[in-house]
Every structure is written in C-alpha cells, then in structure tokens.
C-alpha cells in the first residue's frame, strides 16, 4: 500500500514540474523575440519578476524585439508577458489559411499594445493594416 506522504509528494512534484515547463517556456519566448541581451533577460524573466512581485505592475518596460524581418520596441508593463507569449510565441493568429492567398487588408479591433497588429505584419509586410483601440 503506498502510503499518504508518497502520494502527496508526487503530486508536489507534479505541479512543480509543470510550473518549471510553463516558466521554461516564457523564457524561451523572450530569449527567441529579443535582439539584446537586456532584452532577452527582461522578457525571459518578466514572468518571474511579475509573479514573485518583483517588479511593479504599473511600471512600463521597453524590450528591443524581432519577429521575422521586423524589428521594433516594444513598451508593456509586466502583466503584458501573458499577451506576448501568447501572440508572439504561439502566433494563435495567423491561420495556415491565410499563408496561401494573402490578405488585402487587415482590421485589428481592440489592438491593445498592437501584438497581433506586429505579428501580422511580420507575416504579411506588404499588407495594409488598420487598428483600433477603444481604451486609451
């Protein structure tokens, strides 16, 4: 019989393993968009600094950032590397569909800190996009 203490200390290790592939993978993220060493270590860490309260949550940091041929600086706050890693470092929105006949234009509505509007024209340069943000 496998007793409490065994049970309770794999399913530590567990949530502990997962938490170091989710960290692992924000660093990879920011290790892959940044062009500088600065900008690598503030955007491989941010999730740690952001979690652990290492940083505050209004402070507005620039990262030097690359996504194909397209270079610029990026300005987000710490909570904002949830939204990077999932526009930049998993691209949910560029459909395979789109690859093969290019769009004529691109409306972005709701363009936040423009993510999505980045990826789209690292993707599609020659492509005229629009974008709209509500909230100033």
């Known amino acids: ?64 950032i690359q996504i194909g041929l397209l270079r610029c600086v990026l300005h987000l706050r710490a909570a904002d590397i949830f939204l990077v890693h999932e526009v930049l470092g998993q691209s949910p929105y560029i459909h395979p569909g789109m690859l093969g006949k290019l769009p004529r234009c691109i409306i972005d509505l709701g363009a936040h800190i423009d993510l999505a509007t980045l990826r789209f024209k690292a993707a599609f340069p020659e492509v005229e996009i629009h974008c709209y943000e509500p909230d100033p």
């Open 1 to 64: 019989m496998v007793s409490a203490w065994l049970i309770y200390f794999s399913l530590v290790t567990v949530r502990l393993l997962r938490k170091w592939k989710i960290l692992w993978a924000y660093a990879r993220t920011g290790i892959q968009l940044g062009t500088d060493l600065p900008s690598k270590w503030l955007l491989a860490s941010l999730l740690l600094r952001y979690k652990w309260r290492l940083t505050r949550k209004e402070k507005i940091y620039r990262a030097r």
